[in-house]
């Protein structure tokens, strides 16, 4: 069969398969000549390892210096009848075989990382394969549900405002037009539920589990990711309900900070860069910002993707020359200190002032912000032959 791209509003129905390695081999070539980390872990968790940030993170630590083994938990699915399965299914087979050529082992657990029986499985695996200890846990899940432990209810994430509706631009991919949509005011249950879903709960409750069970090395470290955003777009997001969440987030980090301070280990939430990943596409009016910010920062020579802000992250702040890690007064580690420059910050604000639904293709950068998209799922990328038709039977048989 010939895979075709199939896009719906801003949700992608299908993936490509080789299209998927080809950007996994451009993410690691980036990394191998980066900066290289130095001083970095071998041995790492990341939740929330198949796409994205996590997805960065993992190839910026096996292959950007550090040479880490890895081992990665998502949520995936693979072929079946439905069709050819998600870009995060392959994005993990490939992962794993380019570890595996550089004899780094590259682990994937597929299934809910919020489930007892998945952090036992990893436990379990850590002490019979992994060398028994880790000396980093990556936290990067995004997702909209979570089940309560206790109940089995799901609770549900809202992207929400707290306090007054906003009514702004938001970019279909489908159609490649903008339209206005309102984002509503959150109730007090909409707001805790995201905080539940998204806030750091969850991030606490692994390493508890991981702690008890003995398989964090002395120094472990740990990190989740973050948004805040310029004053722009707080109605949208640090003021409102996903913002209500990072606060959580935020002070998890100091507790479990306190908490890893027995093993002489180190808690941090990295403040992260906008970009267009499957979760940021669905924020709605965010998209003015995101297409702004792209083009100034293009412009400047300072843009950067995942993989770039992941390198950077590891080799310049988390690990690296320097005595202790970089953080602002907040204890907050600024890797959105490019996109919150001031003079990036005053010619964005004046670039999204212009944008409209008719102008936004040539005014803002939405030839970036798409072709980021379709790469996600491993469309759109150089070098990949498209009208080669690729053997469903085979891809069966690639197994995580
Ligand atoms: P993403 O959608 O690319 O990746 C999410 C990952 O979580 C995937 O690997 C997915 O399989 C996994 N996942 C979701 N639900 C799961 C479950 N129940 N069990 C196991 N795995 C599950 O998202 P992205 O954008 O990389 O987000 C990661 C973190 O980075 C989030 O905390 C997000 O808020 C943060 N961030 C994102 C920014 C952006 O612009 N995209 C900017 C700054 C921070
Ligand atoms: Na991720």
């Known amino acids: 069969m010939i895979i075709e791209p199939v896009v719906k509003g801003v949700v992608a129905r299908s993936a490509h398969p080789y299209g998927c390695q080809q950007a996994i081999r451009n993410q690691i070539d980036y990394v191998r000549a ?7 872990p071998k041995k790492v968790l990341v939740i929330g390892a198949s796409s994205g940030f996590g997805l960065a993170s993992r190839i910026a630590l096996a292959f950007g210096g550090s040479n880490a083994d890895t ?34 082992i590259g682990k994937n657990f597929v299934g809910d990382a919020f489930s007892v029986s998945m952090r036992q499985q990893v436990i379990d695996y850590i002490k019979a ?14 997702t909209g549900v979570r089940p309560d432990p206790e109940t089995g209810e799901m609770w549900r994430s809202s992207i929400k405002t707290i306090g007054e509706s906003v009514t702004g631009p938001t970019i279909n991919i489908e159609t490649d037009t903008m339209e206005p949509m309102t984002i509503d005011t959150a109730t007090e249950e909409e707001i805790e539920a995201t905080k539940k879903v998204m806030g750091g709960e969850d991030w606490e409750s692994w390493i508890d589990i991981l702690s008890e069970a003995d398989v964090l090395a002395d120094g472990c470290k740990t990190v989740a990711y973050s948004y805040i955003g310029p004053e722009a777009t707080y109605p949208i997001y640090h003021k409102g309900t996903l913002g209500r969440a990072k606060i959580h987030l935020h002070d998890t980090g100091d507790l479990l900070n306190d908490k890893l301070a027995r093993i002489g280990g180190e808690a941090y939430v990295s403040v992260c860069k906008a970009l267009v990943t ?12 995101i297409l702004a910010l792209f083009k100034v920062m293009q412009d400047k020579g300072v843009h950067e993707g995942c993989i770039e802000q992941m390198q950077r992250l590891f080799s310049q702040r ?34 999204m002032a212009q944008i409209t639904p008719e102008n936004f293709t040539a005014v803002g950068d939405y030839q970036r912000y798409k072709t980021d998209f379709m790469q996600l799922n491993g469309f759109w990328l150089d070098g990949v032959d498209y009208q080669e038709r690729v053997n469903l039977e085979a891809l069966k048989a690639l197994t995580p």
Do not use: C, M
């Not at 087979?93 to 380019?98: G, L």
């Open 318 to 351: 988390l690990y690296g020359p320097q005595q202790h890690v970089p953080v602002d007064e907040q204890r907050l580690i600024r890797i959105d200190d490019w996109e919150l420059d001031d003079d990036v910050q005053r010619q964005v604000s004046q670039l």
């Open 278 to 289: 499957k979760a940021s596409v669905f924020i709605p009016a965010f998209s003015p910002y």
């Open 34 to 40: 980066a900066e290289p980390i130095v001083g970095g």
């Open 71 to 104: 081992i990665g938990v998502s949520f995936e699915r693979g072929p079946s009848e439905k069709g050819v399965g998600t870009a995060g299914w392959y994005n993990n087979i490939f992962f794993r075989e380019e570890a595996e050529k550089q004899d780094l």
């Open 129 to 142: 394969e992994f060398g028994g200890k880790l000396d980093l846990v990556v936290y990067s899940l995004a």
